[in-house]
């Protein structure tokens, strides 16, 4: 199943499909915030912080007030993955 893309023009990359994220992602360029995909799809990016993930599960559900704290921002897919690199956290598991 293809998503339905939406294109967006990045300074760096150039032309790209979009991916979302929440704004804590991109502003954050100093310690890792965890990363959460939470699209079922592989070809859809969409993802928040740990932070966020926090305010959903108290929300339980996408409210006025969780999309006021998410922030959620448009990248290109290119930005999408350097962002999950630099926040992805390793958790060992016992």
Known sequence: MDKDS???NCKVHG???SSVVCGH???NTGVAL???ENSSIPSDFQSWCYACEFVFS??????DDFKAFNQMTMVCEQCYKSIKQHHDIDIPRS
């Open 6 to 8: 939406l294109e967006i």
């Open 15 to 17: 032309q790209s499909d």
């Open 25 to 27: 992602l991109v502003n």
């Open 34 to 36: 965890g990363f959460i």
């Open 58 to 63: 108290q929300e339980q559900d996408i409210t």
